[in-house]
């Protein structure tokens, strides 16, 4: 079963604005990761955050978790064309090692 | 970071066929993954390729249909045996990395079946 849902599904906006991409989950995790995925390409991961984080960053990229609400959000800052890509969350329930269960995505689209 | 290739990047075959992906990594890793991506959808753990025994599996899949071989730590093939248009999809390997539990993918092979 799908462990993340990701929202929006879509997201549109122009190149300088931000972008915030939403992530909810079921189950207890140990860490949830966002990985980015180029027109049906391969997968690039982009930020790991564990369960004990709050915040983290990474460049123009800020990852947020909220345990209690088993919610995550994806902010991009000063977003540019090149950002256009889906967008997907992906937990991990066990600590060290485990299986990764992937959301449906969000697919972000940045026009000039 | 781990670089990991997979050949072919696409195919196109006719049902009943077999079609064996090739996924190479540039340096020995623990574990490698095989999942799918169907259209519009997000990705699926098909099974861990365990080096040097029997993949495991997840629910749903099976090795009649999806073989899969791990000769060494850097190599592994992923086959897609008696094909319908159903397994039309994306095919992606990954690896485990040195950090904490994330994964490196492929570029991923695009299969389309007739």
Redesign the interface.
């Known amino acids: 079963s799908q462990q993340g849902e990701e929202d929006p599904q879509a997201l549109s906006i122009q190149e300088g604005e931000n972008a915030t991409m939403n992530c909810s989950y079921k189950t207890s995790i140990n860490n949830l990761q966002w990985y980015r995925q180029n027109s049906g390409r391969g997968l690039v991961h982009l930020i790991l955050i564990r369960s004990n984080e709050r915040e983290k960053h990474s460049g123009r990229l800020r990852v947020t978790l909220d345990t209690s609400k088993k919610s995550s959000s994806l902010l991009i800052t000063a977003s540019r064309a090149a950002d256009t890509a889906s967008y997907f969350c992906a937990t991990g329930v066990n600590s060290g090692y485990s299986t990764l269960t992937f959301g449906k995505g969000t697919m972000l689209l940045v026009s000039p | 970071?781990a670089v990991?290739s997979q050949k072919p990047s696409r195919d196109i075959c006719q049902r009943g066929t077999s079609l064996t992906i090739q996924c190479q990594v540039d340096s020995q890793v623990t574990?490698m993954?095989w999942y799918r991506?169907q259209p519009g959808?997000?990705?699926?753990?098909i099974a861990?390729a365990n080096q040097g025994s029997e993949a495991t599996y997840?629910s749903g899949f099976v090795i009649d249909k999806f073989p899969i071989s791990r000769p060494n730590l850097t190599f592994s093939t992923l086959t897609v045996s008696n094909m319908s248009p159903e397994d039309s999809s994306?095919y992606?390997c990954?690896a485990?990395?040195t950090?904490?539990?994330?994964?490196?993918?492929?570029?991923?092979t695009?299969l389309t079946v007739l």
Do not use: A, D, V, W
């Open positions: 970071s990991i574990m993954f991506q959808q997000s990705l699926t753990l861990t997840e994306i992606l990954s485990l990395g950090g904490y539990n994330e994964q490196f993918f492929g570029p991923g695009r």
